[in-house]
């Protein structure tokens, strides 16, 4: 009986020595480069593997990761980083090559989406997501942009429920502060780096701002998915439930604003815009937006009403100075109509006359608003329009004045 004890703790001690052996050398050619060397001895080593203890199994995962994220076997290297955890092998030794194995996957992504391979990129991502739920969420976000660009439709609105159903919102803070000599703010790519220049003398008016949440983004481009596969009814519900939840979400109601436009009903995009007008009365884009929908339905009133409160709201919104001349100046083109239509009797030239007037009426209301578009930035077309419109009613001296101001911009 003590021999057979002997004997069975002599293979156990060889047998041992075996398997680290094995371990000892698949590591010597991971080290040198050779990753296909050592996936083969510790394949062919399998068995020897199987009948050790977890101490030694974990060991050989553990490898087997880091060799499959050197050959950007990723799938496999996050399979074989999962087994090593499971058999033990702790967090201070794991961790760091799951940053590895993350910054090898980023990496990779990245490449993909440069060289438009956005399918990949997509898949990719959001193994760095899968790695760790809790931290990495900012990269199922990206995930979703790639698989939209790869037009993987199906692919994208999992990943973007995904996000809803986590109410990922991707709220950053970013930092600026003020250089003393040139007066310029600049922004600060750390709150490390921040913290220490604004202990210098040569930094000022440091401040912080935190970014928009992404959330309405996300449940708009879940509408606009379901929208683009066909589903308008889901694309309106998956607003509406998300709005139930934040009544008073402005984003959420713009987003469900523009729902509406992209399916055609203009009635249900005014009435959600006349809503976030309601909770955010001073927002300019709001009106502008507006205005756009109202001229569309022919509401012109209302529309110029519009543009000039947005206009009142931000100054510099030139889009709106545009819009409002564009729209005043609409009915130039029946008034021109209707003079080439008459005769030259008596009544005909009286007829003309009014007609002249009530033209000669439209540029001059369009000449004020010109000017403040043109004191803005010098806008190229509100300077060709407004040449055009002296040009029209005889200001030579306003034409010549435009006619300079525009050279200049060349």
């Known amino acids: 009986m003590k021999k057979l004890i002997l004997f069975t703790l002599l293979f156990t001690v060889f047998f041992s020595t075996a398997q680290k052996k094995e371990l000892r050398n698949a590591n010597k050619f991971f080290i040198s480069g050779e990753y296909s060397s050592a996936i083969d001895l510790l394949d062919s080593a399998k068995d020897i ?89 900012e990269y199922l976000y990206y995930a979703a942009s790639s698989a939209v660009n790869s037009l993987d439709y199906p692919l994208a609105l999992n990943y973007y429920e995904l996000l809803r159903d986590i109410k990922y919102e991707g709220i950053e803070t970013k930092f600026f502060i ?48 379901y929208k683009e596969l066909g589903q308008n009814d889901k694309a309106l519900a998956a607003i509406e439930a998300a709005r139930s939840s ?16 992209e399916l055609g009903n203009k009635e249900a995009f005014k009435l959600a815009m006349a809503e976030a007008i309601e909770k955010d009365p001073n927002n300019a884009i709001l009106y502008y937006n507006l205005g756009v929908v109202s001229a569309d339905l022919g509401e012109k009133d209302d529309a110029i009403s519009y543009y000039e409160k947005s206009i009142g709201l931000d100054p510099n919104n030139e889009n709106s100075y545009l819009n409002l001349v564009a729209l005043i100046l609409e009915g130039e083109q029946d008034i021109v109509s209707q003079m080439n239509s008459l005769g030259t009797s008596r009544a005909d030239n009286l007829k003309y006359d009014e007609l002249k007037e009530l033209r000669e009426n439209l540029y001059k209301q369009c000449i004020p608003i010109l000017k403040d578009l043109i004191s803005i930035n010098n806008n190229i077309e509100a300077i060709r329009t407004l040449m055009n419109i002296y040009g029209t009613i005889g200001d030579n001296t306003g034409y010549m004045e435009m006619k300079n101001l525009l050279e200049q911009q060349d």
Do not use: C, W
């Open 49 to 137: 593997f199987d009948s050790s203890d977890d101490k030694i199994k974990s060991q050989a995962m553990l490898l087997y990761g880091k060799i499959h994220t050197s050959m950007e076997d990723f799938e496999l290297a996050m399979k074989a980083f999962d087994m090593s955890k499971n058999l033990g092998t702790s967090d201070q030794i794991l961790n760091p090559e799951v940053r590895k194995l993350e910054t090898a996957i980023i990496t990779s992504a990245v490449g993909d989406n440069e060289t438009e391979n956005f399918s990949s990129a997509a898949k990719k991502l959001k193994m760095v997501y899968d790695l760790n739920t809790e931290t990495n969420q």
């Open 246 to 261: 934040n009544p008073d979400d402005v984003g959420l109601i713009m987003t469900a604003a523009n729902i509406y436009f």
């Open 178 to 225: 003020t250089e003393v000599s040139s007066g310029n703010e600049i922004e600060i790519n750390s709150e490390t780096e921040f913290n220490l220049l604004q202990k210098s003398k040569e930094y000022e008016n440091p401040r912080e701002e935190d970014t928009d949440s992404k959330f309405p983004e996300i449940v708009k481009n879940i509408a606009l998915i």
